[in-house]
């Protein structure tokens, strides 16, 4: 069976049938097996993005979220 003799099938059938058919094919898709790969712990992200707090004075930061939060919206 080709995919195009599969789709005129797919046409044939009614709305309904052919959304039930959507919500099969998309669970068929999330019920692969994962990859086998490496499990990773949340630890390795440490220091990432650091660099883009290297010129923030923290403090600042702080005092203009907190201004922000007595403001009204």
Sequence with gaps: M???SLLQEIR???VP???RLIGLIVDTLTDEPAEPGKKHSILEFE????EMWK???VQAYLDELRNEWDEPK
């Design 2 to 4: 080709t995919v195009e």
């Design 12 to 14: 044939a059938l009614a």
């Design 17 to 19: 049938e052919r959304k």
């Design 47 to 50: 220091g990432v993005g650091a």
């Design 55 to 57: 010129s923030v004075d």
